[in-house]
């Protein structure tokens, strides 16, 4: 249930069995189903997830309803609203299951009961912040700077599994495109 | 809350679990239903549906499972399946709220079976180390949740539990079956509120309230 979570903190900072198990009892063991949701728009998001299995996705959505895609998530990642994580402010986003997940949740009171009394829990967010600010920053470059082309092949060079796992709409959704161009791109691609 | 949660009643095809699982169905939480009994379950559930076309209800027969698809858990189980219950879900109730409803009477209903110092609801929690014990809806009867205003009065439902968050959210429960929440207290107030409906039941007993009395207290 925790296999996935110990291997990304010990990765980041190496731990002790004590720390690990003092880490484990604050979290919250949750199943989500296909199409349910973590987070749904107009709530102050009040906890993080890591996927232990399955898929998420986060998204707003335009006055017509429709979607636009911010992030997707896999094993071993985290995806929340942190902006609203932080201010307390409702969340203009919904996070939804692609597929059954195994998710370990850490709602605000817990977050800051390990901050203050587990230091590599500390060092091991930290580092996930960065690491979350520079995928912020490769988004926006890529969002402002890069061509469709461009942007899909360091989708795919991320997350090899993305094509089979995401349907093209959100994938497209993703790079700002239109699914026509989309399947464009993949078929030029395929024939090279 | 626009995020739907999910909520696990454990026990569902019992007396108090089928009468919670109908009076939360008014609610927009998604229920899982959970009990050996398939048949009691699909019965149950067809009843629900009857009544609230949109509930979004389902079965399950394992403990574990269900729980850990809950946000909330609800044991409407025996006092004496409560270790049994616990060692089931103590893994996938991490951090969850645990409600604990039952009353440690004994066989002839003129005492409890724990001992003065502590109750069902701090026994759980000592079962549940990492989980958020609530005490409620022990001082209602499992008829009263049809009609929660007895005599004119709506019956009073009272909380203890030591989580600030986790006893709030047990209120806005409450107040959605329909009984008017009353935090009472720190989880060890369980002791008074079970000895209360030991009380209750006697008295029940004596007068011939016909299963239909409750808890209301008078005040300016
Ligand atoms: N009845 C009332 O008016 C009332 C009022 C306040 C509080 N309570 C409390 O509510 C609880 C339930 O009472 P009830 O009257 O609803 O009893 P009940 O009708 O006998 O139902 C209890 C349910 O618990 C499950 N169960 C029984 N033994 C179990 C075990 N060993 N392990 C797991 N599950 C088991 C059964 O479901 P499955 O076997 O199908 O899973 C059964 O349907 C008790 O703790 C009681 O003190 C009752």
Not at chain 1, 150 to 179: D, M
Not at chain 2, 69 to 96: H, M
Not at chain 2, 111 to 138: D, M, R
Request: net charge negative; aromatic share 8%; charged share 25%.
């Amino acid at each position: 249930m925790f296999e996935l979570l110990i291997k990304s903190i010990q990765d980041k900072v190496p731990s002790t069995e004590e720390e690990l198990h003092l880490c484990k009892t604050h979290f919250t063991p949750k199943r989500l189903r296909r199409k349910q949701f973590l987070l749904q728009e107009g709530d102050v998001c009040n906890r993080m997830a890591f996927i232990e299995k399955g898929a998420l996705y986060s998204y707003t959505t335009d006055a017509k309803g429709g979607q636009r895609v911010m992030q997707f998530a896999f094993e071993g990642f985290w995806i929340s609203d942190l902006y609203s994580f932080f201010t307390r402010e409702e969340s203009k986003l919904n996070i939804e299951a692609l597929e059954d997940c195994e998710l370990l949740l850490l709602d605000h009171e817990q977050h800051d009961y390990l901050l203050k009394n587990v230091r590599q829990y500390e060092t091991y967010i930290r580092i996930l912040y960065q690491n979350a600010y520079v995928a912020l920053q490769q988004r926006i470059e890529g969002t402002l700077g890069l061509t469709a082309e461009e942007k899909y092949s360091h989708l795919v060079e991320q997350y090899a599994t993305i094509v089979n796992r995401v349907p093209q709409h959100l994938i497209a959704s993703y790079l700002g495109i239109t699914p026509e161009t989309l399947s464009r791109i993949r078929k030029q691609m395929a024939s090279r | 809350m626009q995020t739907k949660r999910t909520i696990a009643i454990l026990g569902a095809s019992g007396n108090m679990g089928s009468a919670i699982a109908k009076a939360l169905a008014k609610g927009n939480d998604r229920l899982l239903l959970i009990s050996k009994e398939e048949e009691k379950l699909e019965a149950l559930k067809t009843v629900i549906t009857n009544e609230y076309p949109l509930a979004d209800i389902e079965g399950m027969t394992c403990a574990m499972h269900g729980s850990w698809e809950a946000d909330i858990i609800i044991l409407a189980t025996p006092y004496e399946a409560q270790t049994d219950v616990a060692e089931k879900i103590r893994e996938v109730a991490s951090q969850k709220i645990v409600i604990s409803i039952a009353n440690p009477l004994n066989a002839t209903y003129d005492a409890l079976v724990t001992n003065p110092e502590t109750s069902a609801a701090e026994e759980l929690q000592a079962l549940l180390p990492h989980s958020k014990v609530v005490k409620a809806f022990n001082t209602t009867y499992a008829a009263n949740f049809a009609q929660t205003v007895i005599d004119g009065k709506q019956a009073d439902a009272f909380i203890a539990g030591n989580n600030e968050s986790a006893l709030e959210t047990t209120a806005e429960l409450v107040k959605t079956t329909g009984f008017n929440p009353i935090i009472a207290g720190k989880l060890s107030v369980s002791r008074t509120l079970e000895a209360m409906q030991l009380l209750l039941i006697q008295l029940t007993m004596k007068y011939k309230y016909n299963w239909l009395a409750g808890w209301k207290i008078l005040h300016q």
